[in-house]
T-cell receptor
Framework: KQEVTQIPAALSVPEGENLVLNCSFT??????LQWFRQDPGKGLTSLLL?????REQTSGRLNASLDKSSGRSTLYIAASQPGDSATYLC?????????????FGQGTTLQVKP | NAGVMQNPRHLVRRRGQEARLRCSPM?????VYWYRQLPEEGLKFMVY????????ESGMPKERFSAEFPKEGPSILRIQQVVRGDSAAYFC???????????????FGDGTRLSIL
């Protein structure tokens, strides 16, 4: 059974720091991977999607990479801002799945202090 | 340019009642996924539907839960005879369905928070 672990569970940093969030899958056979942001009481906002043929994606201050051999992904946030405070979720589609259902980690709750 | 719309945002039911949760996908999207987020837990897949078809319901409890996505109108997640353990946030996501069901990002609604008294 595929499980997803996100480390750390919570993180508090001063504004301006660069930071890395980690995600790992028990089964490294991942078809693609998506990083989301969830604000309290809100839904999920898609940040980055790493397709099956890709190894990383970048959007603004965010960079996500996926190592398929190990089943690990990292989300790098550069020059963090208080507005980045949220819970970050990684989710993958297992390779054996043909339906697109996502398997989620429990998230990393980030607080960026001014 | 509306995103995925879920209603109601909050729903309170007493034990034994029925709960109906609605999801209107983004315009042009024909694939709908339902996920549940229990307190202090991550999101868990429940069911995946295309118009008029249930494709994968492997994450949905066998009893009391059902889902549909009719040709016209929103997708409905129905919970009969609700119990306290059904209290959770229920999220709907949609994707275009073109270009391969696994290759498109899923776009999420703001969820329905279900509370069972």
């Amino acid at each position: 059974k595929q499980e997803v672990t996100q480390i750390p569970a919570a993180l508090s940093v001063p504004e301006g720091e660069n930071l890395v969030l980690n995600c790992s899958f028990t089964d490294s056979a991942i078809y693609n991977l998506q990083w989301f942001r969830q604000d309290p009481g809100k839904g999920l906002t898609s940040l980055l999607l790493i397709q099956s043929s890709q190894r990383e994606q970048t959007s603004g201050r965010l960079n996500a990479s996926l190592d398929k051999s190990s089943g690990r992904s990292t989300l790098y946030i550069a020059a963090s801002q208080p507005g980045d405070s949220a819970t970050y979720l990684c989710a993958g589609i297992p390779s054996e799945s043909n339906t697109g259902k996502l398997i989620f980690g429990q998230g990393t709750t980030l607080q960026v202090k001014p | 340019n509306a995103g995925v719309m879920q209603n109601p945002r909050h729903l309170v039911r007493r034990r034994g009642q029925e709960a109906r949760l609605r999801c209107s996908p983004m315009k042009g999207h024909s694939h709908v996924y339902w996920y549940r987020q229990l307190p202090e837990e991550g999101l868990k897949f429940m069911v995946y539907l295309q118009k008029e078809n249930i494709i994968d319901e492997s994450g949905m409890p066998k009893e009391r839960f059902s889902a549909e996505f009719p040709k016209e109108g929103p997708s409905i997640l129905r919970i009969q005879q609700v119990v306290r353990g059904d209290s959770a946030a229920y999220f709907c996501a949609s994707s275009p369905g073109t270009g391969g069901r696994r290759n498109q990002p899923q776009h999420f609604g703001d969820g329905t928070r279900l509370s069972i008294l």
